[in-house]
């Protein structure tokens, strides 16, 4: 999807937020949606047992996936065919409150 999308997009807003915040938020989204017993999506739940303990978990992919996202993204905006995008790196909440108040602003 990342090609279809970032070739037709103009600009890339990135949240590259650290590992614990991320983790944070995951956490209580997730669990917020087991306690609620929130459908997902097609009559998909969420539950304890494939939250934390499935090959599947939500959770095991943030730590497998975080750094080598963080490490990949510069060197893929790099690349010629997304030289088109303005690319905004937002590292914290802060800063992504700071930028959507000026967009906000214009």
């Known amino acids: 999807m990342r090609d279809i999308v970032w070739g037709w997009a103009d600009t890339l807003v990135w949240l590259d937020y ?5 983790l944070a938020r995951l956490l209580r989204r997730t669990l917020g949606r087991v306690i609620r017993h929130e459908e997902l999506y097609n009559g998909n739940y969420e539950s304890i047992r494939n939250t934390f303990f499935s ?13 080598r996202l963080r490490a990949t993204y510069p060197g893929l905006l790099a690349q010629p065919e997304y ?14 409150e700071e930028w959507v108040g000026s967009e906000l602003r214009q």
Do not use: C
């Open 18 to 22: 650290g590992l614990l915040l991320a």
């Open 55 to 67: 090959r599947d978990s939500i959770i095991l992919y943030l730590f497998q996936s975080h750094s």
């Open 83 to 96: 030289s088109h995008l303005a690319v905004i790196r937002l590292k914290n909440p802060r800063e992504t």
